[in-house]
């Protein structure tokens, strides 16, 4: 209690960041949803935009297109960045879809989406299941999106493969208002061309359902050209930025054309109040750092590292998911290698050597998702840091070795 009161807070606030300033710069970062950012980024985050409320939309849209304004005075410089700011993302994407940079976060972009097309405790939304690799905010029951809209789901088949056939068989029983494509923890490429195919086969002129992509995870090689873009065949295409595209943590949401005042208004006034005009700002910066061709190799070299690091864990006996990865991360499952071993045993214990990876749940996982079965390990952040094929490859071996001396506790 005395050393409560005798440290300040200040102090030990202070202490706590030099801390986690270290642990960033000494600690192997395996979580695939992580990055580092640069000094710019850093730089847009830690300015004086922070200090202004800009609640609406710049007055005129890059595109012409009017809109009803701010609520403030004082935007003029705040709506030039804003608009730039959707152009940028227009270009990294190479598409004419409308832009909102204004969602928080990607939880937030998905609830402002779902909001403008779909009626809350009436809808379905049909998404690929948690424990399959969807996301929390795709309709699980302890999210809002779980709570307020019915869901139904497709899977993985035995190979770790998304079962597309199960797309469409789920779509004719189950009508749902939105069929949404996109996951935290998959491994393999997307065929979003074939989802609009299989949701044109089963749309009427009565029924047609919403085709949402939500393309956290992989955005960042849909930028750099890595993976098939979602532009073109979805209707609505939401993204965080803090991902690959390793810019501030945020949220973007794109759409056709005809879904922009409905997107618009879902965001502001729907789900949110004043934009965080630091991280529009620092969003703008991501995007031009995603223009650059350095950011092309930076993506190349993250899924080369990943498939170089899943392959190697195969060659020493281990079961990865599907078998591999065609992009940024894959999935160790020890159900059947290690059936003794936890995902939460194996994250706690490589805390402790300096490196960090998630627990993660496994196609037909037996454990709770509090425990897990396998552990998801992403390249992204060690290849910003300068890391190549031959650090990924001894750094499985490192966590080879670490996994057999758990084994033998
Ligand atoms: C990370 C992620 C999100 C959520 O992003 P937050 O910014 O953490 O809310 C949404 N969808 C998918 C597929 C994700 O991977």
Redesign the pocket.
Known sequence: MSSFIETSYGDRLKAAYDAEVKRQSETVELIA?ENFVSDDVLKALGSCFTNKYSEGYPAIRHDGVGRKGRYYGGCEFIDNVEELCCELWQQVFDTDYHVNVQPH??????FAAYMAVMEPFKDEILSMSLDNG?????GSPVNFSGKMYKVSSYSVDENGLIDYGSIGSQIKMCHPKVVLA???AYSRIIDFKLIRQIIDECSTDEYRPYFMV?M??IAGLVAAGCHQSPFGYADIV?T?T??TLRGP???LIFCKPELADKIDSAVFPGTQGGPLQNVILAKAVCALEALRPEYDEYIHRVVWNASAMANEFINMGYKVVSDGTDNHLFLLDFSTTHPNLTGKQVQDYLDTKGITVNKNCVPKETRSPFQTSGIRIGTPAMTTKGWGITEFISCAHVIDGYLKELNAL
């Open positions: 949803s976060s990607g939880s937030q972009a998905n969807g996301h929390l905010s795709h996109g996951a935290s939500d956290s995870h939401t965080t803090h991902k943590r945020g949220g």
